[in-house]
């Protein structure tokens, strides 16, 4: 019975000793991806599309369950497709969408063994994102909007450590909390000409929860 509950603390020893060695450790994480699109309809006009995603964080584990540190990130869109004014047909090319983002996250960890473990918790960011969009409903309007964004949310994931300098993570879920805005567009009447301009401030309260997200991506520790 004694040697029993040696063994059983010894185990349980080194199980704390495994889980404290995250405590101090810096660590960069990042997530990317890309895409191409094409349509090519047999009665109307072509089109393609390009994009790209990167994320990145950089954090220190305060302790063995908590780390905490800076988000960066940035996206684009763009593309060819055919604009219609006054019945005639007009290429359109360029980019379409474009966003960047800086923030600060806390991150709460349960480690279930030296090989897996989940995430989750609070971030606070600053995001600005420009868009080029056609409405149709009444000739085709050309808008621009420029959007500035304080948003505050929660976020939670899952790793599993590939070796002691490597993580493979994935996005499980998140909710955008409460968020300000700011927005500023202008838009053209092709048809018409006729143009316009408008400035906006909204927020929002009410949760916007986003289960599963799904997105792999790749955790790097430093040496100390």
């Not at 699109?37 to 072509?46: I, K």
């Not at 056609?134 to 790793?159: C, I, K, M, W």
């Not at 499980?172 to 018409?192: H, M, P, Q, R, W």
């Not at 143009?195 to 040496?223: A, E, M």
């Amino acid at each position: 019975m004694k040697k029993t509950l040696f063994t059983w603390l010894l185990v349980a020893c080194s199980i704390t000793a495994a889980f404290a060695q995250y405590e101090g450790k810096r660590f960069v994480s990042a997530t990317a991806g890309i895409n191409f699109s094409t349509d090519n309809p047999d009665r109307s006009a072509s089109s393609n599309g390009y994009g790209y995603n990167f994320n990145a964080s950089f954090g220190k584990f305060k302790t063995q369950n908590m780390a905490r540190g800076w988000n960066l990130g940035t996206s684009l869109g763009g593309g060819k497709s055919a604009v219609y004014t006054n019945s005639n047909r007009e290429r359109d090319s360029g980019i379409k969408q474009f966003g960047a983002s800086a923030g600060y996250f806390w991150q709460y960890y349960k480690h279930f063994n030296d090989k897996f473990g989940v995430f989750g918790g609070p971030d606070i960011d600053v995001t600005y994102s420009y868009a080029k969009t056609y409405d149709t409903s009444n000739g085709v309007t050309e808008q621009r909007a420029h959007t500035f964004t304080l948003p505050f949310g929660v976020s939670a994931g899952a790793y599993y450590t590939l070796n002691e300098r490597w993580w493979l993570t994935g996005s499980l879920g998140f909710a955008d909390l409460f968020s300000v805005g700011y927005i500023t567009s202008k838009s053209e009447n092709l048809d018409t000409g006729f143009k316009s301009d408008y400035t906006t401030f909204n927020y929002k309260l009410s949760p916007t929860i986003t289960l599963p997200s799904v997105s792999l991506g790749l955790r790097y520790f430093f040496r100390d």
